[in-house]
């Protein structure tokens, strides 16, 4: 179960969560934090289906590394509605760099957890995060 790596454990309730928001879209985001005493991912925070992309950003800390999942619905320019599932690896700069470190070290093993992640991305600031930033890469 451990990752030989970081020695990151990953929680099932993680994987469980995230098939609900796969399969029957409970819910819009899910935050996960590394809980470094006890060496395992976990979820922090669910976001309800109704709730946006700015409350979504809002639940990330500033200075604090996370993973999260985003499920973003999109109108195609064929007028098709569509839905693509993000991983989100949030790495302020302001955050400590041991943190950084241990988050960079599990990314890879953690997303591979979750099956079904259609677009990756790596932010450092909200801009590198920002709306128009998902419309794009969800295209």
Known sequence: MANAAS?????????????ELKAKRT??????????????????????PAQSYEDFTASLPADECRYAVYDFDFVTEENCQKSR???????????RVRSKMIYASSKDRFRRELDGIQVELQATDPTEMGLDVIRSRAA
């Open 7 to 19: 020695g990151m454990a990953v929680h099932d309730d993680c994987k469980l969560k995230f098939l």
């Open 27 to 48: 819910y819009r985001f899910i935050v996960y934090k590394i809980e470094e005493k006890q060496k395992q991912v976990i979820v922090e925070k669910l976001g309800e």
């Open 85 to 95: 599932i993000f991983f989100i690896a949030w790495s302020p700069d302001t955050a």
